[in-house]
């Protein structure tokens, strides 16, 4: 079956792909550009979860397709959980991931290493178009460090070290990167869901 992936974030789009395939999910992805009517869906959820939905939603009302979305983002003890879901516009530029990187690194500039926990989390959400929905999350724990590494992944990668890793989540292989991550974590507990809705 055709499914709609329910972003305009480039980094998510190859990520998406990626695991979706490696999980043997058989699907035909459709890019949100064969849809140029569906405007920006307005992000006014207070959770993860509620904003992918809401994408979701929006996208296979708007299609006619079922509809794939994913809100994520990275959460800083030290920041109480901020930017959360914030994270895509921390800067007050919505998607430019550098400045949102450089003003993060600002904020914990003077925060212990011992306090450096944060964690990304994802939910992936699928939505039909008869408003039949899906969500599941997943997380991925770690530390902020002092200063960007790698030129993998994208978004805050470059400043945060997995647990158990010495290495960013920017100098991961793709592969390395989708094992342990929010989004595969997400997408791989979400894709036995799509499997069956698209053949049933
Ligand atoms: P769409 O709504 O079109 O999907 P968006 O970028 O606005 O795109 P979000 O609101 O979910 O999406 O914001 C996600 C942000 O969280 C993203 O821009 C990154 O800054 C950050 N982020 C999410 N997953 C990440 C990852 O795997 N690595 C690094 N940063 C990530």
Not at 34 to 47: A, K, M, Q
Request: glycine fraction near 12%.
């Amino acid at each position: 079956g055709r499914v709609v992936l329910a972003t305009r974030n480039a980094g998510k789009i190859t990520e998406l792909r990626r695991i979706l395939a490696e999980a043997g999910v058989p699907v035909e992805i459709v890019g949100l550009e064969e849809f140029p009517e569906i405007g920006d869906v307005p992000e006014t959820g207070l959770s993860f979860a509620e904003n992918a939905l809401l994408k979701a939603h929006a996208v296979a009302r708007a299609s006619g397709l079922p509809a794939v979305a994913d809100d994520s983002g990275l959460c800083v003890d030290a920041l109480n959980g901020m930017p959360g879901i914030f994270s895509a516009r921390w800067s007050g530029r919505h998607g430019d991931d550098l400045a949102n990187l450089e003003l993060l690194l600002a904020q914990v500039s003077d925060v212990p290493a011992a306090h450096r926990g944060a964690h990304f989390a994802c939910a992936a959400a699928l939505a039909l178009p008869d408003g039949r929905e899906r969500v599941a999350e997943g997380t991925m724990h770690g530390v902020i460090v002092d200063a960007p590494r790698g030129t993998g992944g994208f978004g805050y990668d470059p400043i945060f070290v997995p647990e158990g890793e010495s290495r960013t989540s920017a100098e991961l292989s793709a592969a390395e990167k989708d094992a342990i991550s929010h989004r595969g974590r997400a997408f791989r507990a979400l894709a036995p869901i799509l499997a069956e809705t698209l053949s049933g």
